[in-house]
């Protein structure tokens, strides 16, 4: 095992790193120091296993599932958001791998993680979708793959600040490449409570769990004879809150990877996008 608070640089071709830490520069502690609320939520009693932080932070969440016996690798690409991570966990047995890089940089191994965990992670929306598809590709079969952004209902108002949420991946850009191998657990809309940090003025999150059925290969937005996505039916299914979630029609599935189900307005609605990180 690795020293908790040693951190391996992987050569990156990220475009984003300078900016990351001339924002962490700016605050002693940028986030709230605790767990993101949807992965507690989630992941609490599971199992644990080989799990991967994309855009860790200053390792909040990292060391959450360490500390639940997960063997941790924490991706980012601030170095000064690493190092602050790595001296949270400094004396703790703890199994955490902090990589400085990118997501696509990082060279994971297809099937290689038990979690893949992106909480409001900053991923570029790119046309072959790259950073969706390495997410989807990285868990294992059996495994669990939860992706979680901040619910903008008015993308306009988001721009008129300078923010375009078009530029960046959801949870339903990653829902929409989930085929049959695939059974989608939690799609909804939920409201978030944290105590302080950048993104505490966030009232809502978009929660997408979902798990890749055992024995399965890695089938990434694979497509039937007629061009649509595979999904496994089934007329209802349970929200995290308890509650039934109608299934989409015509096709009854037993999810819907381009709409999510909102307990606020208690009706379907279509994904669009989402502020990034927490």
């Known amino acids: 095992m690795e020293e908790a608070g040693e951190v391996t640089e992987v050569k990156t071709t990220s475009s984003e790193a300078d900016g990351w830490d001339a924002r962490y520069s700016e605050r002693a502690r940028v986030w709230s120091g605790e767990p993101n609320g949807a992965l507690v939520d989630e992941m609490t009693g599971a199992r644990p296993g080989r799990a991967l932080d994309v855009g860790c932070g200053e390792g909040a969440d990292a060391l959450w599932l360490a500390r639940q016996g997960w063997a941790v690798t924490a991706l980012d690409v601030s170095r000064i958001a690493l190092d602050r991570a790595g001296a949270h966990a400094d004396g703790e047995d703890v199994d955490i791998k902090w990589v ?37 590709s990285a868990v294992a079969p059996g495994g669990t793959l939860l992706v979680v952004h901040h619910d903008i209902p008015d993308a306009d108002a988001a721009r008129e600040h300078g923010f375009d949420p078009a530029d960046w991946v959801t949870p339903g850009d990653v829902a929409a490449l989930l085929d049959d191998s695939w059974h989608v657990d939690v799609n909804e809309v939920r409201e978030r409570s944290i105590s302080g940090g950048a993104g505490a003025h966030h009232t809502h999150d978009v929660v997408l769990r979902a798990h890749r059925l055992p024995h399965q290969s890695p089938s990434i937005g694979h497509r039937t004879a007629n061009g649509s996505l595979g999904a496994n039916a089934e007329s209802h299914r349970k929200t995290t809150t308890g509650t039934a979630a109608p299934a989409s029609t015509p096709c009854r599935h037993s999810h819907d990877r381009a709409r999510y189900w909102d307990h606020r307005q208690a009706r379907w609605v279509k994904h669009h996008a989402n502020q990034t990180r927490d």
Do not use: K
């Open 100 to 136: 400085l890089s990118g997501l696509l940089d990082a060279d994971l191994p297809a099937g290689g993680f038990d979690l893949v965990s992106a909480q409001y992670p900053a991923l570029r929306r790119t046309a072959e979708r790259s950073a969706e598809r390495a997410l989807i």
